[in-house]
């Protein structure tokens, strides 16, 4: 089993529309977790941050943690093409180090 | 400006070459690292210094050597390079070690013919 699973994509949003991101991880006692944009050819770059179960909001993003589940999720509201990137998601973990997914690629249409 | 700055951004080398990159950031941050990104995009660290110090080495060949002379720079040298070595590396950092969140490099491709 992978540290920090997502669905690699492409995920396709119309413009406008939610865009809803996935990840699971493994280790039961991680602490903290995070959600990086990587567009093409570029380096990623730290867009939510999120370390208690519940919901945290920052302009059209909306990171979602269920400990007890194991799950993260970014929901991106009114995309927009500017949004396709790939999303990665990070988690701290008891190993002292922070475990990246492999990444979702979002695609947002016209 | 730049936060973390990385060079070279491009590195085309002959398999069996020695090379290095230079990472520098001025974020005032205590810890940095190197993460390797394969052609899967796929982001795994490689080590991580806090304050000059080691403290995170993963599972990486012998001929990868890090260097930190100051918490402010990490070098990253490679010998005998190999094709699979192709990918990716970043440098980034972060305020202290653990839970932050980290700032990234632009990230030197290094292709090995």
């Known amino acids: 089993q992978k540290e920090v699973e997502q669905n690699s994509g492409p995920l396709s949003v119309p413009e406008g529309a939610i865009a809803s991101l996935n990840c699971t991880y493994s280790?039961?006692?991680?602490?903290?977790f995070f959600w990086y944009r990587q567009y093409s050819g570029k380096s990623p770059e730290l867009i939510m941050s999120?370390?208690?179960?519940g919901d945290k909001e920052d302009g059209r993003f909306t990171a979602q943690l269920n400990k007890a589940s194991q799950y993260v999720s970014l929901l991106i509201r009114d995309s927009q093409p500017s949004d396709s990137a790939t999303y990665l998601c990070?988690?701290?973990?008891?190993?002292?180090?922070?475990?990246f997914g492999t990444g979702t690629r979002l695609q947002v249409t016209l | 400006d730049t936060a973390v700055s990385q060079t070279p951004k491009y590195l085309v080398t002959q398999m069996g070459n020695d090379k290095s990159i230079k990472c520098e950031q001025n974020?005032?941050?205590?810890?940095m690292y190197w993460y390797k990104q394969d052609s899967k995009k796929f982001l795994k660290i490689m080590f991580s210094?806090?304050?000059?110090?080691?403290?995170i080495n993963e599972t990486v060949p012998n001929r990868f050597s890090p260097k930190s002379p100051d918490k402010a720079h990490l070098n990253l040298h490679i010998n005998s390079l190999e094709l699979g070595d192709s990918a990716v590396y970043f440098c980034?950092?972060?305020?202290?070690?653990?839970?932050?969140?980290?700032?990234f490099g632009s990230g030197t491709r290094l292709t090995v013919v």
């Open positions: 980034a950092s972060s305020l202290r070690a653990g839970n932050y969140g980290y700032t």
């Open positions: 280790d039961r006692v991680s602490q903290s």
């Open positions: 999120i370390y208690s179960n």
């Open positions: 990070a988690v701290f973990g008891t190993a002292s180090k922070l475990t």
């Open positions: 974020l005032g941050h205590d810890t």
């Open positions: 210094y806090n304050n000059k110090e080691l403290i």
